[in-house]
């Protein structure tokens, strides 16, 4: 079975500041992962996701994160954070070809001015 | 391509009450997914379709939820004698296949009086 810890529930950051939201995984088999992003009010859509190949993905928003195999994790980044950021993010885990994803708590970004 | 939709987007009940609620996937997407999401958590996985055939089911789900997708199209999830834990938003995905992007639609929000 998966697990996903998404080590911080809150992450207070300024506008233009770099980010990181931590992910760390746990499973016995092959993993794809993702990340989600819930804007207030609005439903889950997809930031990035890795399937195979590169360690290094990019998303969508200026968001990238990066697979560290040998220590299980899945950050999240961005250089420069803006104010329409700041929404709830979710890590999630599914075996590589299944179905079920499990997904973490959530992290909620909060971008001040 | 109109995205995934669910009907209601909010259902106000009283304890003990049975409803129903309804998924539209995108039109060419056999894969559908339910989960439910409480305040401060992830979305938790309920089940999975693949075309018409239910695959998978979370031990979450108690023999009080029933899901169908009888056609391979739409989908319904309905909760029989709703109680106050059901509280919770519920959510629909589809997707192509496996490792491909979920996509999510705005949920339903439950509340059980």
């Known amino acids: 079975a998966q697990s996903v810890t998404q080590l911080d529930s809150q992450v207070p950051v300024f506008e233009e500041a770099p980010v990181e939201l931590r992910c760390n995984y746990s499973?016995?088999?092959?993993?794809?992962l993702f990340w989600y992003v819930q804007y207030p009010n609005q439903g889950l859509q997809l930031l990035l996701k890795?399937?195979?190949?590169?360690?290094l993905v990019k998303g969508i928003n200026g968001f990238e994160a990066e697979f560290n195999k040998s220590q299980t994790s899945f950050h999240l980044r961005k250089p420069s954070v803006h104010i329409s950021d700041t929404a709830e993010y979710f890590c999630?885990?599914?075996?590589?070809?299944?179905?079920?994803?499990?997904f973490g708590a959530g992290t909620r970004l909060f971008v001040k001015a | 391509d109109t995205g995934v939709s669910q009907d209601p987007r909010h259902k106000i009940t009283k304890r003990g009450q049975n409803v129903t609620f309804r998924c539209d996937p995108i039109?060419?997407?056999?894969?559908l997914y339910w989960y439910r999401q409480t305040l401060g958590q992830g979305p938790e996985f309920l089940t999975y379709?693949?075309?018409?055939?239910?695959?998978?089911k979370s031990r979450l789900l108690s023999d009080r939820f029933s899901a169908e997708r009888p056609k391979g199209s739409f989908s319904t999830l309905e909760i029989q004698r709703t109680e106050q834990g059901d509280s919770a938003m519920y959510l629909c995905?589809?997707?192509?296949?496996?490792?491909?992007?979920?996509?999510f639609g705005p949920g339903t929000r439950l509340t059980v009086l």
């Open positions: 995905a589809s997707s192509l296949s496996a490792g491909d992007t979920q996509y």
């Open positions: 499973s016995s088999v092959s993993v794809y």
């Open positions: 890795y399937l195979s190949g590169s360690t």
């Open positions: 999630a885990v599914s075996e590589t070809g299944g179905f079920k994803t499990i």
């Open positions: 039109s060419e997407h056999n894969r």
């Open positions: 379709f693949q075309n018409e055939a239910q695959l998978e």
